[in-house]
Structures are given as C-alpha cells and as structure tokens.
C-alpha cells in the first residue's frame, strides 16, 4: 500500500523567504508523485507531478520538487514566498500513475507573513 | 478548456430532502471521480467511473446516489443525508490509467453542503 507523510501541518514564512514543505511517501513500486494547492473554499490546482522522467520537477508559479529515492522525498520549494502563496498544499501517490489511486497527505497550511 | 464545473457552489438541504449536485468537463477525459472533503483533511475518494461506468465505490452509504448519463457529465444524488455529511464535495475528471505523462486528476471548485 502506498502512503504519504507531510511534516507539519502548518508552515509560517515571511514574504521574500524560502518555502519548503515536506513529503515522504512510502510505495512498494516506483510511485507517480503530485503536489497540489488548495485556496481557501476552492477546488485542487495541479502544482506540479513527477512520473519518472526527471528527478526535479518544475511547476506552475514558481514551484518546484526534487525526487530522492534514497531519502523516499518529495519536499516542495520555493525560492521567495508571496503573500499569494498561502494556501493548502497537499502531497499526493499514485503506484500506478492512474488518478483513481491517488492518496493525499494530511495537508500543509503554509501562511506568508509581512 | 481545462475545466471542471461543478454546481451549485453552495447547497443547504434539510435531513428529509432530495438534491444533486452536477459535474461538467469537456476535456474529453473517460474517468470521473467524487470525492469528499471535511474541513482540515485531505479529499476522500468516494466513487471513480470509468467509461461511463462505475468502477469503485469506496463503501460510500447508499444516501448517496451516483450516476454518469454521459462522457461529459457526473451527478451525485443526495437522500435523507445526516449533518455529519456536512462537506466540500469535489468532482474531479483524468484520463483513463495510461500513467505516465497523462496520470494528472483536474479538480472542480467544489460544492459546499450543508445539511441541517
């Protein structure tokens, strides 16, 4: 069975600092691995998603997640936060790549302070 | 379009009452989900159709009713619900388990139920 944990379930950083939000998974097969964020009293937005053809990935406003197998991580990051950023963000696997066996992480509230 | 409507955005419905929520993509996905979100958790996988079919049912009471009468279209009909189903219901869509570069779900924005 797969899994994901996310360390912290609430992230505080300032503006113009760095954004690292963690993700360890745990899978028996090579896993197909996502990150998406959630607004508040909004739907899921794709922020980025590894499925084996590179090991750091790059997503939509500035995101970006590096796979270590050896570490069994996919931590989020983002070189200067905005205040857009706040949000949910969750971790997500899949074993088999098909969306119908993705399993989320508990969530990571990040917040962005002046 | 890479978008998935759901309506209504917010329903109030009482414990005795009929309601549906509708979901809408034209993406050309043949996968379509439900999911249920409580407020501080992560979605919960309620039911997945595949082709038009019912593929799982993740043992989801039978107040709820799904139903795909189409390729672009998902409703999930509610009877007698409880307030513990109070919830963010989100309809998502994807391509069908070909993995790899396609394996992405796209999100609605969510009904907000509440039921009194």
């Known amino acids: 069975a797969q899994s994901v944990t996310q360390l912290g379930s609430h992230v505080s950083v300032s503006e113009g600092a760095l954004v690292l939000l963690r993700c360890n998974y745990s899978?028996?097969?090579?896993?197909?691995l996502f990150w998406y964020v959630q607004y508040p009293n909004q739907g899921l937005q794709l922020l980025l998603k590894?499925?084996?053809?590179?090991?750091l990935v790059k997503g939509i406003n500035g995101f970006e997640a590096e796979f270590k197998k050896s570490e069994t991580s996919f931590h989020l990051t983002k070189p200067s936060a905005h205040m857009s950023d706040a949000a949910e963000y969750f971790c997500?696997?899949?074993?088999?790549?098909?969306?119908?066996?993705?399993?989320f992480g508990t969530g990571t509230r990040l917040q962005v302070t002046l | 379009d890479t978008e998935v409507t759901q309506t209504p955005k917010h329903l109030v419905m009482g414990m005795t009452n009929k309601k549906s929520l509708k979901c809408e993509q034209h993406m050309g996905h043949r996968a379509m989900y439900w999911y249920k979100q409580k407020a501080k958790k992560p979605p919960e996988l309620m039911f997945v159709?595949?082709?038009?079919?019912?593929?799982i049912n993740e043992s989801v009471p039978s107040r709820f009713s799904p139903e795909c009468p189409n390729s672009s279209l998902l409703n999930l009909h509610l009877h007698a619900l409880q307030p513990e189903d109070s919830a963010l219901y989100l309809c998502a869509s994807s391509q069908v388990g070909t993995g790899g570069e396609n394996t992405e779900a796209f999100f609605g924005q969510g009904t907000r139920l509440t039921v009194v």
């Open positions: 159709y595949s082709y038009e079919k019912l593929s």
């Open positions: 997500a696997v899949s074993p088999t790549g098909t969306a119908s066996k993705l399993t």
């Open positions: 590894y499925t084996s053809a590179a090991t």
């Open positions: 899978s028996s097969v090579p896993p197909y």
